[in-house]
Antibody, heavy 119, light 107 residues
Framework: EVQLVESGGGLVQPGRSLRLSCAASGFTFDDCAMHWVRQAPGKGLEWVSGIDWNGGSIGYADSVKGRFIISRDNAKNSLYLQMNSLRAEDTALYYC????????????WGQGTLVTVSS | DIQMTQSPSSVSASVGDRVTITCRASQGIGNWLAWYQHKPGKAPRLLIYAASSLQSGVPSRFSGSRSGTDFTLTISSLQPEDFATYYCQQANSFPRTFGQGTKVEIK
């Protein structure tokens, strides 16, 4: 059974940093691209970042480019999102999502970890 | 960036109704389109990929189609468990983009 478990969310002040983690199991992690998708309160889904199987290809939404860094550790079956210079508008539930056969769409999702940016 | 314009933003329907949701891409994306169902407090669920392919385990009352840059999700006979918000997403290029969402509500 595919499982994706996010952690690392919490309350953080504007301008500070936070690192999210996603622990994956139930599939061959190093065969799959992975993504972060977020949902701000009362808003729709927003793709944040994606990484291919070995980190050779990475993409970011314009809203986080230059502030967020996605990475992965295939030996630990883990995905990460380093979030720097956080802003109030980064407040959201952050989902980790598995890419379906590297097609750029998401066939399994975690339950999400909540990030709140506030002073 | 490719913009995905989804309509309507909400629809009120009854159990048994046929519901259609549309998504228009700002430029050509081929068949690189997915549809998701999202319920409050749950993870989003992939329904349709490649514009019209049904994800494993998804009921056959869900279907997808494409005409040029216009894509449609159809629920042929709405069931109680289908009340949710639905999103389209283009998988053609970075950045991946979602439509604004369509909330399907009980009439």
């Amino acid at each position: 059974e595919v499982q994706l478990v996010e952690s690392g969310g919490g309350l953080v002040q504007p301008g500070r940093s936070l690192r999210l983690s996603c622990a994956a199991s139930g599939f061959t992690f190093d065969d799959c691209a992975m993504h972060w998708v977020r949902q701000a309160p009362g808003k729709g889904l927003e793709w944040v970042s994606g990484i291919d199987w070995n980190g050779g290809s990475i993409g970011y939404a314009d809203s986080v480019k230059g502030r967020f860094i996605i990475s992965r550790d295939n030996a630990k079956n883990s995905l990460y999102l380093q979030m720097n210079s956080l802003r109030a508008e980064d407040t959201a539930l952050y989902y980790c999502a598995k890419d379906k056969r590297n097609q750029g769409l998401f066939d399994y999702w975690g339950q999400g970890t909540l990030v709140t940016v506030s002073s | 960036d490719i913009q995905m314009t989804q309509s309507p933003s909400s629809v009120s329907a009854s159990v048994g109704d046929r519901v259609t949701i549309t998504c228009r891409a700002s430029q050509g994306i081929g068949n690189w389109l997915a549809w998701y169902q999202h319920k409050p407090g749950k993870a989003p669920r992939l329904l349709i990929y490649a514009a019209s392919s049904l994800q494993s385990g998804v009921p056959s009352r869900f279907s997808g189609s494409r005409s040029g840059t216009d894509f449609t999700l159809t629920i042929s006979s709405l069931q109680p468990e289908d009340f949710a918000t639905y999103y389209c997403q283009q998988a053609n290029s970075f950045p991946r983009t979602f439509g604004q969402g369509t909330k399907v509500e009980i009439k």
